[in-house]
Each structure stands twice: as C-alpha cells, then as structure tokens.
C-alpha cells in the first residue's frame, strides 16, 4: 500500500478556529512567537480562513516570514460540516466541490499551493463510505496538480482508516484527531499511524483532557520540572509521537506552548500519563 513521502513538518501547529475578528491578529502573533505551522480549514461557520491570509500577508509585510517558510494546512468540509456559507457549489458533484473548495483556499491565502490538505472528517461516523473515495480521489488530483504537498484525514476511527486502506487507496500523511486521555490518548488509530508512517496530530490536548490537566500527578510532576501542567501535557504528547497543535489566544501560552518543545520528560513520567486514563 503506497504511502505519500512525508516532507519535515514543523514540530507545533497553530490552531486558527474560533477566532473569528481577531483571527488576523493572532495568526500574525503566532508567527511573530515562532510558530511556523498554520491550521485552518475552508469552514467559515468554525474558522475565518481569508483571515488568516490576512495575518499571512501583515507577517509577510513585516518581514517576519516568507511563505517558503511556513506549513499551512486547511480542510474541505462536507456541506453537513458547513453553515450557509459554503466555498462550493452544493449542487456540484463532490469531485468538483474539492476543486473550489481549494482554489478558494488558495485566494484566501494568496498562495499557489497549501502544504497538508485534510478531509475535515468522512461523511459517516461509522464507515469510509463511496462519498469519502470520491472526495479522496479528488483531493489527490489536487495534490498531483501541484496545489497540495500532502493529504490528511480528520476525525477518524481506527475502523475508517482500516476501510480506507481496504480499497487500497494512498494512505494519508497525516491523521487529525481530538486526543482523548480516557481513550489512551486515541492509542489504537495513533498504533496504526506509527506503523505506516503516517504523522498523528492531536488536537484538544488541554481542553478534551481537563482531568489529566488537574491530577494531582501533572501538578507535581510541572513542579519538579519547573513547568506549567499545560507543557506537560505538550511535552508528553511529544514524546509518544503526537505532533501537537494549540489554540491559544495568549501571547504568554503562546510562549509557554512553544518552549514545551525544550521540556523532556522522563521516561517513567511518560509512561504514567499515557496509561493514567487510558
Ligand atoms: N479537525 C477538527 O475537527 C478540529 C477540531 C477542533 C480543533 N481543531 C484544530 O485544533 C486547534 C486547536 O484546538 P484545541 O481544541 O486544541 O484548542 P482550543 O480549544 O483552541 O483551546 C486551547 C485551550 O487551551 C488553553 N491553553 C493553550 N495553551 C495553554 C497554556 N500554555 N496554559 C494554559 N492554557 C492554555 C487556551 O486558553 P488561552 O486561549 O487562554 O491560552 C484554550 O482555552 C483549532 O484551532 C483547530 O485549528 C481541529
């Protein structure tokens, strides 16, 4: 089964949703703190993807970045994902719905070309169905067209992905999920991303796992490593192999997120937090 080769990445994404107004500013600020991965997706009801082209454009501006710089990654989202309004025609067939669904990316973002391209999600819960195959085929021929570098999958079970690998399909590069500690930390779909290679981003790392943010364990173990439980839980998922992203509107957490990269934990801690809910 082919797998895309996998170009580097950076090593923390920036989340870009629910910003809404202030989504200029903060895309800008993320760059300005050292960010260097953007996520958005082509879904105005959750994100304002023309937006963060313009925080893109004020950093290019300044002088911050170039865009050979950055790793920018955006979605196409189902008209079920959507609200009113929609980057497609909803009476075009799905094949053509990815189409203008990139190309208003690209206006969005006044590029030539989005780094990762990811599914939002299938259009069931349950299975890869021939909607997915479709839209997954179309979304290759963006990317052998030159306007993605790599294609992803978003809110995946282990069941869609063993379905998708079924019909012999290209693997994605990359698996976006919200990491649930009481799930293992999604260790069955993050199992089967490490033994092909694909790359596993975690997202609502703090907000899906309040409990691990406030077990006694975190607090002690920040304190003996003079970090917050929040780079723990960042500095951990590193190192099991989740590439993180925050959402963050603070410049300090901004800061705080970033330097979790210089925090190691030790081993033993690691296996403590991936096995205390899971
Ligand atoms: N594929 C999908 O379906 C999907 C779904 C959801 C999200 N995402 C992506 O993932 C991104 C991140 O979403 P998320 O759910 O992980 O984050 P999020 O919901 O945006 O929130 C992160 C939360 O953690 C807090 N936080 C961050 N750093 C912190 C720190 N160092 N100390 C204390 N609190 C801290 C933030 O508060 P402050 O703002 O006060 O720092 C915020 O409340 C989104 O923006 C989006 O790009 C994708």
Redesign the pocket.
């Known amino acids: 089964m082919p797998t895309q080769a996998v170009s580097p990445v950076p090593d923390f994404?920036?989340?870009?949703?629910?910003?809404e107004d202030r989504t200029p500013a903060l895309t800008e600020l993320a760059l300005r703190k050292g960010f260097r991965g953007i996520?958005?997706?082509n879904q105005r009801r959750?994100?304002f993807e023309e937006g963060v082209g313009q925080g893109l454009a004020a950093a290019y501006r300044a002088g911050l970045v170039k865009r050979d710089d950055l790793f920018l990654q955006t979605?196409f989202t189902y008209q079920g994902g959507q609200d009113h309004r929609l980057p497609y025609d909803p009476a075009a067939s799905l094949s053509v719905q990815v189409a203008q669904s990139m190309a208003s990316s690209l206006d969005h973002l006044a590029t030539d070309h989005v780094d990762s391209f990811?599914l939002?999600?299938p259009s069931s819960n349950y299975d890869w169905t021939d909607a997915d195959v479709e839209i997954w085929e179309a979304m290759g021929k963006e990317r052998d067209a030159g306007r993605v570098r790599l294609l992803g999958v978003?809110?995946v079970s282990l069941r869609h992905l063993q379905q998708m690998a079924a019909t012999r399909a290209e693997l994605p590069a990359f698996v976006?999920?919200?990491c649930y500690a009481r799930l293992g930390w999604d260790r069955a779909v993050r199992m089967f991303c490490g033994e092909r290679k694909i790359i596993y981003q975690g997202?609502?790392?703090?907000?899906?796992n309040q409990e691990v943010l406030h077990h006694p364990l975190i607090a002690n173990l920040a304190a003996s490593v003079n970090a917050?439980?929040?780079?723990v839980v960042?500095s951990f998922a590193r190192a099991i192999g989740i590439l993180p992203?925050?959402?963050?509107?603070?410049a300090?957490?901004?800061q705080?997120?970033l330097a979790?990269r210089d925090l190691m934990l030790p081993p033993n801690a690691v296996q403590t937090i991936e096995s205390m809910a899971g």
Not at 228 to 231: G, S
């Open positions: 994404l920036y989340g870009t949703a629910w910003k996520d958005t997706a959750h994100y979605k990811v939002h999600g978003s809110n976006q999920n919200r997202f609502s790392l703090l907000t899906a917050t439980p929040a780079q960042f992203l925050t959402g963050t509107s603070s300090d957490h901004m705080q997120d979790s």
